[in-house]
């Protein structure tokens, strides 16, 4: 199990998005693809398991979403605690509401391949 190091938590996944860079990554064509040992996967929610030194603001327990720097197709991922959002314990379950904080934006940056609105 990997050990969370300064400024890092680790997250006990219970959801993560598939996402196009996913996809290309698997080709070969995104990251550290396409190189063995490979965990796809760069955004999940789940409950903060262990804490880094100098975390604040996180709490072992907590429900999260949170980016990683890859491998959230595992069932336990490092991520920067800069990078995690509190997610509420009551509401949708976490395969549900992990993707609120990412797909819009990875809509409004995919938005200027189709439009002519500014790039991000």
Not at 32 to 44: H, I, Q, S, T
Request: proline letters at 11%; aromatic letters at 8%.
């Amino acid at each position: 199990m990997p050990q969370p190091g300064p400024g890092q938590v680790r997250v006990r996944v219970e959801a993560t998005g598939v996402n196009y860079a996913d996809v290309l990554a698997r080709r070969g064509g995104y990251g550290p693809g396409g190189r063995l040992p490979f965990v796809p996967g760069l955004d999940a929610a789940g409950v903060v398991d262990a804490l880094g030194e100098d975390v604040t603001g996180l709490a072992v327990g907590q429900r999260v979403a949170c980016f990683t720097i890859g491998g959230s197709y595992a069932t336990e991922v490092l991520a920067p605690a800069t990078f995690c959002l509190p997610l509420a314990d009551e509401g949708l379950p976490s395969r549900a509401r992990h993707w609120w904080p990412f797909r819009p934006l990875t809509g409004s940056c995919r938005l200027p391949t189709f439009s002519p609105a500014k790039r991000c």
